[in-house]
């Protein structure tokens, strides 16, 4: 403006350009003994836009192998600039597998069989129970106790137990015959029967003689 008042003008354009990357704050590493895992939202700020999401990748919530497992997160601003962190999910095995035995066996034979124990654990499925003695062995006479263990993939073992109790009756007889202890019986009748029958023969004489 001079004295005059009068004045004069001119324009300039001021031009701001996004230069910077958003700035993606992960969360620590994280371990755990479950193979679901979830965590809080990464943050996220930007010298320009506001409330910018981060996406994750595996997502919150999802299932993880046993193991470590590295996790980006990313974040786009509206001038198509993006920013990431990453963080890594440790996931380990510590729970025993359960083992669930069949209950106490008594039977009358001596080759024994049982249905398979069933096995539960926190990670792992389908695992296979061991037992010693194994079904179908051949047990003697009075209680055997019989464990069974399961192992899973991280080594950890769990176990159970129960008793198989065998008695040779020597009034039961099987498709085989009689058992062990009814043979034991038959050779004592057989000798007592033996006995008897000499002793008569001893006494005929005798009263035959006097």
């Given amino acids: 403006m001079d004295t005059d008042g009068k004045t004069g003008s001119c324009k300039f ?27 809080a939202d990464p943050s996220v700020s930007d010298n320009v836009d ?17 193991g470590s497992t590295d996790v980006a997160c990313t974040a786009m601003d509206t001038d198509g600039k993006t920013g990431s962190c990453k963080f890594t999910v440790s996931v380990n095995d510590a729970g025993d597998p359960t083992v669930t035995c ?6 009358y034979t001596d080759q024994v069989t049982w249905a398979d124990p069933s096995v539960s654990d926190n ?21 055997t106790d019989v464990t069974c263990n399961a192992t899973d ?25 009689c058992k062990t202890n009814c043979n034991k019986m038959n050779a004592i009748i057989s000798i007592q029967f033996n006995l008897i029958y000499f002793h008569n023969i001893i006494t005929y004489i005798q009263d035959k003689k006097y």
Avoid: K, R
């Fill in 153 to 177: 993939t991280a080594g950890n073992t769990g176990s159970c137990g129960f008793t198989v109790a065998v008695e040779f009756d020597t009034t039961y007889q099987d498709s085989a015959g």
């Fill in 50 to 66: 506001t409330g910018l999401p981060a996406t994750c990748t595996p997502s919150s919530g999802s299932l993880f192998n046993i």
């Fill in 13 to 39: 354009t001021v031009s701001v350009n996004d230069a910077g990357d958003p700035t993606v704050t992960c969360p620590d590493n994280i371990e755990v003994y479950t193979d679901q895992v979830t965590w």
């Fill in 123 to 143: 990670v792992d499925t389908g695992l296979p129970a061991t037992c010693t003695p194994s079904s179908g062995s051949s047990f003697n006479a009075g209680s």
């Fill in 102 to 107: 069949p209950d106490n066996i008594e039977v």
